[in-house]
């Protein structure tokens, strides 16, 4: 079945051809499509387009419809093009005439729109969720391991002493800087391009207010050449914040690995989170770091993949577009199991507490002496050199201690403050709202 089907056939390898991987990414849209159609027909019959005693049958059907495609029940049938398609079948076969006039005032264009930004406001909102519980975990781990001191690098050289505190909570800030982006382009996605049609508006009087608060998005794509044209742009925007966010995780996947190593020894994972060889029985490999990692790193390439299918095309809707799906829709699984799976591992790792015994990590303290020189009254330069000529006179002997107190550092780690960060972004995603429109329209 096509919503086109004009009564010529179609070529079967130019059908295969053309149809893709749509009916089967199109399985990921079932549900907001369904919800869709529940308030396309609400609208339609506030403005006269559907009796009213035909519009409670219509959402009783698309009601079950729904709760099937929730639960993971919903086929596209061999033969239907797509999962507009396939609704529209499935209410047609149901109810006659009355299933077929849910078309009014809509495009298979301004549907998939919508699809794809119900879709990926859900997609969001799990990822936000994962992300949090995360966060919460670092900083959790940053409050035990706060007066553990670790070696901190530059140029991959022994530097100046930081703190397992230091270390956890660094990736906290760091993904909550990853939620901001995510807001904004959470932001874009939570306008409704409903009503567009295909992308030149209806001479239908369709209310596309009402569509908006029915679904609970903040506002309306207002221009219908526009909301057309966010076709791509949107999910450009969503996977490049999907990036950052992947970008802190592979970041910290690396460090992990380099800790794990005997080399380094800072860290620990239990025998059950670790893989071992086939021929060195003595291996315990870091596997799921570095498949993070990997994942990660791949995640980071979305982005730059639509740009390319979506770079050089003009306004209005073009085919091209249909490509967009394949790298986009799985990508927030991917995206979902490796913040999971790096909550699970962070929460069990196991730190060294006591790294700086080996002496090799002496010269972590130079910088401490010529501080202390400083506060005793020599000179900056002056005590870098005297402190420059022990280390090079091999008659270098530190105090293995700290005594940093301003915001941020090793004794200052201001876990409440970077809490209270995280909180002040949650708020502005407001989910909450958006349940309740949801929740309003299928009970």
Known sequence: MKLWDKGTPVNKAIEDFTVGKDRELDLYLAP???????????????????????????????????????????????????VHSQVEFLLTKELGDLGKKI????????????????????????????????????????????????????????????????????????????????????????????????????????????????LGFAKMNYNVVYAQMGRGKVEKIVSFAMGNLASTLSKMAYDVSLFMSQNFNFVTLPAEFTTGSSIMPHKKN???????????????????????IINNLPSGYFRDLQMVKEVFLPSFKEMNDSLKIATLALQNMNVNENILDDPKYNYLFSVEEVNKLVLDGIPFREAYKLVGERIENGNFEPEKTVAHSHEGSIGNLCLKEISASKNEVLKNFDFGGIEKAINNLTE
């Open 103 to 214: 078309h009014s005032g809509r495009s298979r264009n301004d549907q998939v729109l919508l699809d794809l930004k119900l879709f990926t406001r859900d997609a969001i909102r799990e990822i936000v969720e994962s992300t949090t519980e995360l966060i919460n975990v670092l900083l959790k781990r940053s409050d035990e391991t706060k007066d553990i001191l670790m070696p901190g690098y530059t140029h991959l050289q022994v530097a100046m002493p930081s703190s397992f505190g230091l270390w956890f909570s660094a990736y906290a800030e760091s993904l909550i800087d990853d939620l901001e982006i995510m807001l904004s382009a959470f932001k874009v996605t939570n306008q409704n391009p409903l009503g567009s049609a295909a992308g030149y508006g209806s001479s239908f009087p369709l209310n596309r207010q009402m569509t908006t608060d029915l």
């Open 286 to 308: 870091p596997d799921v770091f570095e498949l993070i990692r990997a994942r990660c790193n791949k995640l980071q390439g979305v982005s730059g993949q639509i740009s390319l």
């Open 32 to 82: 907001y499509d369904i919800l869709g159609s529940m308030a396309h027909v609400t609208m339609l019959e506030s403005v006269g387009l559907i009796e009213k005693e035909e519009l409670p049958v219509l959402l009783e059907k698309l009601k079950e419809l729904h709760t099937e495609a929730v639960k993971g029940n919903f086929e596209i049938e061999e033969g239907v093009e797509d």
